[in-house]
């Protein structure tokens, strides 16, 4: 039964969008982000069965342009190879809805210690497809996380979700997203929207259950979407792309529902509050028409004010950079949090191999700097500081470190990690889950070995025996013998480099998914 305040919202959205009442049943509020609130709905199809959507509703300040732009992302893309797809869409006034079907999904960190290694492999095989769909059309995701990737167990059905933050490839196919790269106005790109989606093919059609045949008590009235009508003679009222389905796969089975996401981070870069004076002293050294900006890339010039209370002339001199930081912390690539202009499809590789590192490891929300340059420390501590400084070269950067950190083995390392979270446990209890946690960043923390016996830890933090390494069940799960080719594939997907990374393209092809092409 639907809360007080839950009911009150969904009476605010059918009366900011009337046209939803005649046709939808709202359930419940099933998410809830920084740009939209997404919601369960029923509606009867003409076939007499009912069905669930998802209805995604954008929050008012959300730009037009980049409304449509997501829009036509879901349109051209969506519907296939476990990419979201979308089935109708409403808008009155400065509200938008975007109607999907929708899929009863599972959370990612409650089956993640559950998963077997199978099951793990498929999960990441099905998500690198969906990357090489949108890739293929230009799409840069730019928000790939597990709340993205929706993922329902039984029935084994996936799908990229919430383009919201999407960005285009030069060369794209989409559009409305060469329109935001170009800065143009939200009201043209709604022009444009309005004028590709004429020939969109028509859906199955949805009518109204009667109340007499469904559960939820509700007065809705008997009529129904005809096949072929316009938007002046549907029921929908006004749309932004009237009433036809928007996918041409829009009805296969794989096809589901946006999940609500944390959007960009609003805070402002740590390093830059901490050095006010530096600003002043830029603006002081701009003005000097012997201090011109020669780039990022300084040959045969080094910062030498590392440590020190001032700014050397070199840092003075350097280009002011502007690059997209879109994203979640922790799934962010380190041409991310290096601040690099020209960034590509490999910041979605990068997040999809954290969400491998994951599965592998069993760690959820493997890194969590909460601040770019926390994060990168933290990547240095895996991937070593050899690797990051040659990566950080490639586009025009310079990485100092205190200290030399080599590489850690990512089977160690992830095979330390499994044998703690994967160990058998009593229920739910919060104790014994925050002691895996703690044994965790023992193994995460531990200078001179990533790999932490299960008895060295068991007497060193005094483990209880419902904590102890069960290598049957480990063995039940296939955890016991993880092929080579699965930390291979790992290593080229956390590749530092976004120019030698692997692509979708490639990874869909690895050995490791030899059984599932």
């Known amino acids: 039964m639907v809360g007080g305040y839950e009911a009150e919202e969904i009476e605010k959205l059918y009366a900011a969008v009337p046209q939803l009442r005649n046709v939808f049943c709202i359930m419940s509020?099933?998410?809830?982000?920084?740009?939209?609130?997404?919601?369960?709905?029923?509606?009867?199809?003409?076939?007499?069965?009912?069905?669930?959507?998802?209805?995604?509703?954008?929050?008012?300040?959300?730009?037009?342009?980049?409304?449509?732009?997501?829009?036509?992302?879901?349109?051209?893309?969506?519907?296939?190879?476990?990419?979201?797809g979308v089935k109708y869409c409403y808008r009155k006034n400065d509200h938008v809805v975007i109607v999907m079907p929708y899929l009863d999904h599972d959370s990612f960190s409650e089956i993640l210690h559950s998963l077997t290694f199978q099951e793990a492999k498929e999960y990441i095989f099905n998500l690198l497809r969906a990357l090489k769909r949108i890739h293929r059309f230009g799409i840069v995701h730019r928000d790939v996380k597990p709340s993205n990737f929706l993922y329902n167990r039984l029935l084994k059905q996936y799908a990229l979700v919430d383009f919201g933050l999407a960005q285009g490839m030069p060369g794209t196919k989409i559009e409305l997203l060469?329109?935001?790269?170009?800065?143009?106005?939200?009201?043209?790109?709604?022009?444009?929207?309005?004028?590709?989606?004429?020939?969109?093919?028509?859906?199955?059609?949805?009518?109204l259950p009667s109340s007499a045949k469904h559960s939820v008590k509700r007065n809705w009235s008997h009529s129904q979407i005809k096949a072929g009508n316009t938007g002046k003679e549907a029921l929908l009222g006004e749309t932004i792309l009237g009433e036809k389905n928007l996918n041409v796969h829009g009805t296969s089975s794989h096809e589901v529902t946006a999940d609500t996401s944390i959007k960009q981070s609003k805070a402002s870069d740590v390093a830059s509050k901490k050095l006010p004076p530096k600003k002043t002293i830029a603006k002081k050294a701009s003005a000097d028409p012997t201090l011109k900006p020669i780039g990022t890339c300084l040959a045969g010039n080094t910062c030498n004010c590392y440590?020190?209370?001032?700014?050397?002339?070199?840092?003075?001199?350097?280009?002011?950079?502007?690059?997209?930081?879109?994203?979640?912390?922790?799934?962010?690539?380190?041409?991310?949090?290096?601040?690099?202009?020209?960034?590509?499809?490999?910041?979605?590789?990068?997040?999809?191999?954290?969400?491998?590192?994951?599965?592998?490891?069993?760690?959820?929300?493997?890194?969590?700097?909460?601040?770019?340059?926390?994060?990168?420390?933290?990547?240095?501590?895996?991937?070593?500081?050899?690797?990051?400084?040659?990566?950080?070269?490639?586009?025009?950067?310079?990485?100092?470190?205190?200290?030399?950190?080599?590489?850690?083995?990512l089977r160690?390392?992830?095979?330390?990690?499994?044998?703690?979270?994967?160990?058998?446990?009593?229920?739910?209890?919060?104790?014994?889950?925050?002691?895996?946690?703690?044994?965790?960043?023992?193994?995460?923390?531990?200078?001179?070995?990533?790999?932490?016996?299960?008895?060295?830890?068991?007497?060193?933090?005094?483990?209880?025996?419902?904590?102890?390494?069960?290598?049957?069940?480990?063995?039940?799960?296939?955890?016991?013998?993880?092929?080579?080719?699965?930390?291979?594939?790992?290593?080229?997907?956390?590749?530092?480099?976004?120019?030698?990374?692997?692509?979708?393209?490639?990874?869909?092809?690895?050995?490791?998914?030899?059984?599932?092409?």
Not at 57 to 72: F, G, N, V, Y
């Open 178 to 207: 060469k329109v935001l790269q170009a800065k143009k106005q939200g009201s043209c790109a709604l022009n444009k929207l309005h004028k590709i989606s004429g020939n969109i093919p028509v859906s199955r059609d949805v009518v």
């Open 307 to 409: 440590g020190k209370e001032q700014i050397c002339v070199v840092c003075l001199r350097r280009a002011k950079q502007i690059a997209s930081r879109a994203g979640t912390p922790g799934f962010r690539a380190p041409e991310v949090l290096m601040k690099c202009p020209n960034q590509t499809p490999a910041l979605d590789i990068w997040s999809a191999g954290i969400i491998f590192l994951s599965l592998l490891s069993g760690r959820n929300y493997f890194f969590n700097g909460d601040d770019d340059m926390n994060a990168l420390a933290q990547i240095i501590s895996i991937r070593g500081t050899q690797e990051t400084i040659k990566a950080a070269k490639q586009f025009g950067k310079t990485v100092t470190c205190s200290k030399d950190i080599p590489a850690k083995d």
């Open 29 to 84: 509020k099933i998410g809830e982000g920084t740009f939209s609130n997404v919601y369960l709905a029923m509606a009867r199809l003409q076939s007499g069965e009912d069905m669930k959507f998802a209805l995604k509703h954008l929050i008012p300040t959300s730009h037009p342009s980049r409304i449509a732009a997501e829009l036509q992302c879901l349109m051209v893309a969506g519907g296939e190879d476990n990419v979201m």
């Open 412 to 517: 160690q390392l992830c095979e330390g990690l499994r044998h703690v979270c994967m160990a058998p446990a009593n229920g739910n209890d919060a104790a014994v889950r925050a002691h895996r946690a703690e044994l965790q960043l023992q193994i995460m923390e531990s200078q001179d070995s990533w790999f932490v016996e299960q008895t060295d830890a068991a007497h060193s933090l005094n483990n209880p025996p419902t904590i102890g390494m069960d290598h049957q069940h480990l063995s039940m799960k296939g955890w016991d013998r993880v092929p080579d080719e699965a930390y291979h594939l790992l290593d080229r997907l956390l590749d530092m480099n976004p120019a030698t990374r692997i692509t979708a393209e490639e990874a869909v092809a690895h050995p490791l998914f030899s059984d599932l092409v």
